[in-house]
């Protein structure tokens, strides 16, 4: 398996909901990345788990909870969100530590992403 | 500190002909380098990867990047565009100090019939 599988594909939400995003490896990959990325622009980082201990977070606002419960899975948890986060959302994985190295180092597999839009 | 510059923000072509997308990098290390694809409302395609070995790269579909460090160049290139081709095209850097990426503001390829 050398997918990335996020879900929900599409999600509409109000400002006062509370909603998360998921996102699934197994490639046994140890790091794993949230992105966000408005129309027309580059995937912007937000948050990174390694070995699944948040490692970086982008001076993300508190409205958006990273939380990765195993080496598998993590997901994104939002809650009273506004208009200006709807985005594309990302997620990707890499190898970590004694499993990067050799042609695979430093190489993201991305998911295909979660359309977010908040009224 | 690493950095990386697509230096077209689009990118017209018609048909059967040649591709170029430009691309230049700084980094205070040894760089991995990499050009990703993205279709419109898709997730990230790694295209190829240079990570050090030879500088010639070869990815999917056909395309291939150079690496001259004397340019800090990394190019994407294409001998013949297909109407497939049409997407996003973001040229990335990382290096091994910080495990992350450094994407360019992405390249729009668009290929005429």
């Known amino acids: 398996d050398t997918e990335v599988t996020q879900t929900p594909k599409h999600l509409v939400m109000g400002m006062t909901n509370k909603k998360s995003l998921k996102c699934e490896q197994h490639m046994g990959h140890r790091a794993m990345y949230w992105y966000k990325q408005k129309a027309k622009k580059p995937p912007e980082l937000m948050f990174v788990?390694?070995?699944?201990?948040?490692?970086i977070n982008e001076s993300v606002p508190s409205r958006f909870s990273p939380e990765c419960p195993n080496s598998s899975l993590l997901n994104l948890h939002l809650h009273a969100l506004q208009p200006e986060d709807s985005a594309l959302y990302l997620c990707?994985?890499?190898?970590?530590?004694?499993?990067?190295?050799?042609?695979?180092?430093?190489?993201?597999?991305f998911g295909a992403g979660s359309r977010l839009t908040v009224l | 500190a690493q950095s990386v510059t697509q230096l077209d923000s689009h990118v017209s072509v018609s048909e059967g002909t040649p591709v170029l997308l430009r691309c230049n990098y700084s980094?205070?290390?040894?760089?991995?380098l990499f050009w990703y694809v993205q279709h419109p409302n898709k997730g990230l395609q790694l295209l190829l990867k240079?990570?050090?070995?030879?500088?010639l790269v070869k990815g999917i579909n056909g395309f291939e990047a150079e690496f001259k460090k004397s340019e800090t160049s990394f190019h994407l290139t294409k001998p013949s565009a297909h109407m497939s081709d049409a997407a996003e095209y973001f040229c990335?850097?990382?290096?091994?100090?910080?495990?992350?990426?450094?994407f360019g503001k992405g390249t729009m390829l668009l290929v005429s019939p």
């Open positions: 990707a994985s890499r190898a970590a530590g004694e499993l990067a190295g050799g042609s695979g180092a430093n190489v993201l597999t």
């Open positions: 788990y390694s070995y699944e201990k948040l490692s």
């Open positions: 240079y990570t050090s070995a030879a500088t």
């Open positions: 990335v850097v990382s290096d091994e100090r910080y495990s992350t990426l450094t």
């Open positions: 980094s205070s290390y040894s760089p991995s």
